[in-house]
């Protein structure tokens, strides 16, 4: 970490320990339900990770603007990477998540911070290709936004980025990230290749950024990765109705981690722990989680 880095991460620190009262005044610290522990830096390859899927037992994972498009499996243990998949027929505008069903992943190039896309796309990837070829190409789902109206260039202002994708049922369900009010919307896309103007489901004031998702069908949980002023947060929803996941109970955590908090990949396991992935940030490396609601 250079000087200035250094600097930059002592007056954040400052910053965040004077706000910390009031954000866990709002949304307590609940250790007893939440295990959070650093597992390993990943691979200097993935500075940029922002998705993650657990699939065949694989953690599967993406970079996000400027990468290229490529899926890359982890090594669980040392954050190596033991596999790369190309999709050939794609590029990587701004790769945010990455969700599965049983048949299909799919994969969302959807950041959209400067508030100026019209093209917003989601590849659909059958998991036999994946399993079978390092090399594969993709369908598209590709949509727009039918409440946005203005495309005037408007850095980190908008409420039309998006960074979160679960899979539920026959539909994909978007997660906004809103710089402008730090709201989230959730939108209901279908699973079929075409073109869509997708319409708000519903809107929930989350008070932060949103930056990942994951659904555990198991337990009927979603579980949503984000941050504000610096500190990390999940939040938690249950007894939500299939067309509407933010029309359920839903529960908001602060988190302190002990690496880098741009967390933007998160997925379930098999045993019932989550894996999270947090990207280069403030001088820390990419790293991997575990987390486990206890």
Known sequence: MNILRSFIFILISLITSCQKEENNENHPQDNEKITISEITDLNS??????????????LITHNDSGGKPELYEIDQNNGSIVRTVKIKNIENIDMEDISQDDHFIYLGDFGNNSNKRK????Y????????????????QITFQYNEQIDFTPSDNKTNF??????SIGDYLYLFTKNWGDEKTSVYQIPKLAGNYMIKRVDTYDIQGLITGATYDKNTK????????NFN????????FPLNNPLGGKINKFFINLSGSIQVEGITTNHNGTYSLSAESSLGFPAVLYKMSLN
């Open 45 to 58: 390859s993935l500075n940029e990770t922002s998705g993650l899927i657990n699939f065949n037992s694989r």
């Open 119 to 122: 093209d917003q796309v989601i």
């Open 124 to 139: 659909i990837i059958e998991k036999n290709d994946y399993l079978q070829s390092d090399q594969l190409e993709a369908k």
């Open 161 to 166: 980025d998006a960074e979160a994708l679960v």
């Open 221 to 228: 949980t979603i579980v949503l990765t984000g941050y504000k």
């Open 232 to 239: 990390f947060f999940i939040v938690i929803i249950t007894e």
